[in-house]
């Protein structure tokens, strides 16, 4: 067996089933050796932020690592900005990336970059196979990487003579280290705040929004009282119906501000402290009030799951208590006449499947009108962690091939949408159960909004030439046939019902330009 097939060999006895690839000529014994396998599913993008964004959205949803194949250093600087949301949100994720052999590096090719080095700004480890013989034991140390920390990304740099070389040696299936721990001592220092009856609040993260997590910081909340907040852009939250009902922080750090004015005491599980996403002029870079104390229960590294069930005991939470479910309430339909994205977001939560998984990137569209799902049907969220926007497409699409039997719901502006619009090609090729929402507004109303914040003032024009996206206006319709998607357009509320409710009772990827 030669170094690639070797390399294959060692993921799949690592439970890896699938791979994001945008491959080169430094790649293709990689791609013969996957190809060949027929145990890892290949998946083709168009450009390497879809590659990259589509293994972050695999690998928050499954909760293990896919891999993404990328051609050399460029290849990896094209798909930096998903991976920098990717590490942002603790996804675990492994990059391949090949590179020219060490008797070529010399002749400063034209493609030859510092690997390393650029890897280093989006990677919690990287790691370089010297050798043949060391291959097998360099990919399963990059594995063992990805699950460390509840999350990390992972680079594993291959010259092409290690893959086409033969006399490779399989090495064996590395066990997953244990998660970091609480000292009982600082959940004691958290139950002895519970018992001054202070106003209190959990700022949970991580895995603290999932599953065991969120159900114990539920029964914590209704045995105390104790408000539960997220992040404004967590990495993923289960929530709606028979969910623990957590607040999501505002994104302006005014408002969040006068959220937590009345708490006395901030919580963090698995959380940092809140701050500004943005400095401005004569503002505050943290969104704390100066009355409210901070006591971290768990650092995103540690177990907070495990640490809230340690505190449940010494609070003496019992386990039959059920903690605080969100009861179904499906928001009142908006009245007919023309869409706004509050009368977009009322109709989505009204025909919301059960078990949807939202890949929210609406940012000024729909951050406002983020409460009227708190109570529909149970549902994922997953959030731009990172900040930088052109994710939420292609994180879709790891999505819906981690979990194929549900329904994947992807709301995206259309500036943030033109960055990995290529993202449709795979969809289409895929035959992914995805439903794409783009609010079209013609114009980045995200920085209107931030210039005001900055209190930028600039002459009044109907069309801003670096914030509107018309002249010519972009098609949606015609780019998304054009990559295979059947799409539709929305102009009113009716219009808008319609087209939503036959999307959601389909199987197939479905475009709504929804004109806002």
Same mark, same amino acid.
């Given at each position: 067996?030669?170094?690639?097939?070797?390399?294959?060999?060692?993921?799949?006895?690592?439970?890896?089933?699938?791979?994001?690839?945008?491959?080169?000529?430094?790649?293709?014994?990689?791609?013969?050796?996957?190809?060949?396998?027929?145990?890892?599913?290949?998946?083709?993008?168009?450009?390497?932020?879809?590659?990259?964004?589509?293994?972050?959205?695999?690998?928050?949803?499954?909760?293990?690592?896919?891999?993404?194949?990328?051609?050399?250093?460029?290849?990896?600087?094209?798909?930096?900005?998903?991976?920098?949301?990717?590490?942002?949100?603790?996804?675990?994720?492994?990059?391949?990336?090949?590179?020219?052999?060490?008797?070529?590096?010399?002749?400063?090719?034209?493609?030859?970059?510092?690997?390393?080095?650029?890897?280093?700004?989006?990677?919690?480890?990287?790691?370089?196979?010297?050798?043949?013989?060391?291959?097998?034991?360099?990919?399963?140390?990059?594995?063992?990487?990805?699950?460390?920390?509840?999350?990390?990304?992972?680079?594993?740099?291959?010259?092409?003579?290690?893959?086409?070389?033969?006399?490779?040696?399989?090495?064996?299936?590395?066990?997953?280290?244990?998660?970091?721990?609480?000292?009982?001592?600082?959940?004691?220092?958290?139950?002895?705040?519970?018992?001054?009856?202070?106003?209190?609040?959990?700022?949970?993260?991580?895995?603290?929004?999932?599953?065991?997590?969120?159900?114990?910081?539920?029964?914590?909340?209704?045995?105390?009282?104790?408000?539960?907040?997220?992040?404004?852009?967590?990495?993923?939250?289960?929530?709606?119906?028979?969910?623990?009902?957590?607040?999501?922080?505002?994104?302006? &750090?005014?408002? /969040? +501000?006068?959220? *937590?004015?009345?708490?006395?005491? %901030?919580?963090?599980? =698995? $959380?940092?402290?809140? @701050?500004?996403?943005?400095?401005?002029?004569?503002?505050?870079?943290?969104?704390?009030?100066?009355?409210?104390?901070?006591?971290?229960?768990?650092?995103?590294?540690?177990?907070?799951?495990?640490?809230?069930?340690?505190?449940?005991?010494?609070?003496?939470?019992?386990?039959?208590?059920?903690?605080?479910? &969100?009861?179904? /309430? +499906?928001?009142? *339909?908006?009245?007919?006449?023309? %869409?706004?994205?509050? =009368? $977009?977001?009322?109709? @989505?939560?009204?025909?919301?499947?059960?078990?949807?998984?939202?890949?929210?990137?609406?940012?000024?569209?729909?951050?406002?009108?983020?409460?009227?799902?708190?109570?529909?049907?149970?549902?994922?969220?997953?959030?731009?962690?990172?900040?930088?926007?052109?994710?939420?497409?292609?994180?879709?699409?790891?999505?819906?091939? /981690?979990?194929?039997?549900?329904?994947?719901?992807?709301?995206?502006?259309?500036?943030? $949408?033109?960055?990995? @619009?290529?993202?449709?090609?795979?969809?289409?090729?895929?035959?992914?159960?995805?439903?794409?929402?783009?609010?079209?507004?013609?114009?980045?109303?995200?920085?209107?909004?931030?210039?005001?914040?900055?209190?930028?003032?600039?002459?009044?024009?109907?069309?801003?030439?670096?914030?509107?996206?018309?002249?010519?206006?972009?098609?949606?319709?015609?780019?998304?046939?054009?990559?295979?998607?059947?799409?539709?357009? $929305?102009?009113?509320?009716?219009?808008?019902?319609?087209?939503?409710?036959?999307?959601?009772?389909?199987?197939?990827?479905?475009?709504?330009?929804?004109?806002?």
């Amino acid at each position: 067996m030669n170094g690639a097939e070797i390399l294959v060999k060692t993921l799949i006895d690592n439970n890896v089933e699938v791979c994001f690839a945008n491959p080169g000529p430094s790649e293709i014994h990689l791609v013969a050796a996957i190809k060949n396998s027929e145990k890892i599913r290949p998946v083709l993008a168009l450009v390497e932020g879809v590659a990259t964004g589509a293994a972050d959205g695999y690998g928050r949803m499954a909760g293990k690592p896919a891999i993404t194949m990328l051609h050399l250093g460029v290849g990896l600087m094209n798909g930096s900005t998903n991976l920098h949301n990717a590490k942002r949100a603790k996804t675990p994720l492994l990059n391949i990336v090949g590179d020219h052999p060490d008797t070529h590096l010399h002749y400063d090719a034209p493609l030859t970059t510092d690997i390393r080095a650029i890897a280093a700004h989006t990677s919690d480890c990287v790691y370089r196979v010297s050798n043949i013989r060391t291959l097998g034991s360099d990919t399963a140390r990059a594995l063992q990487a990805t699950a460390e920390n509840n999350g990390q990304v992972a680079t594993l740099i291959l010259p092409a003579n290690v893959a086409w070389e033969e006399g490779a040696v399989p090495a064996s299936t590395l066990p997953k280290k244990q998660k970091a721990q609480v000292d009982e001592q600082i959940v004691k220092q958290v139950r002895d705040a519970f018992k001054k009856r202070t106003r209190i609040a959990l700022l949970l993260r991580d895995e603290a929004l999932k599953d065991n997590g969120l159900r114990r910081a539920g029964k914590i909340a209704e045995a105390t009282g104790a408000r539960l907040f997220s992040d404004t852009f967590y990495p993923r939250i289960q929530r709606g119906a028979g969910y623990p009902m957590v607040t999501r922080l505002p994104y302006h &750090t005014e408002d /969040a +501000l006068a959220v *937590l004015k009345e708490i006395d005491v %901030l919580i963090l599980v =698995g $959380a940092q402290p809140p @701050i500004s996403f943005f400095a401005y002029p004569g503002g505050s870079s943290s969104s704390l009030p100066a009355t409210c104390k901070v006591i971290t229960l768990s650092h995103p590294h540690e177990d907070g799951p495990a640490a809230l069930e340690v505190l449940c005991s010494l609070l003496n939470v019992h386990e039959g208590n059920k903690g605080l479910i &969100t009861k179904l /309430a +499906l928001p009142d *339909l908006p009245k007919e006449g023309p %869409l706004t994205p509050e =009368g $977009a977001m009322r109709i @989505i939560g009204r025909l919301l499947p059960p078990q949807t998984v939202i890949c929210d990137e609406s940012i000024s569209s729909g951050l406002p009108y983020y409460a009227l799902t708190a109570a529909v049907q149970p549902h994922d969220m997953l959030q731009l962690t990172g900040g930088s926007i052109g994710c939420m497409l292609s994180a879709s699409i790891g999505a819906a091939i /981690a979990c194929p039997d549900r329904k994947v719901l992807c709301l995206v502006g259309d500036g943030s $949408a033109m960055y990995t @619009i290529q993202a449709l090609w795979t969809m289409a090729r895929e035959n992914l159960d995805i439903t794409i929402v783009v609010y079209s507004n013609r114009n980045y109303a995200f920085l209107e909004q931030e210039m005001e914040l900055m209190h930028v003032v600039t002459k009044k024009v109907k069309k801003p030439p670096m914030l509107y996206l018309g002249d010519p206006d972009l098609n949606w319709i015609k780019l998304s046939q054009s990559m295979g998607i059947e799409a539709a357009q $929305a102009e009113t509320t009716k219009e808008f019902y319609a087209l939503f409710k036959t999307a959601m009772s389909g199987k197939r990827p479905f475009l709504i330009e929804a004109m806002i």
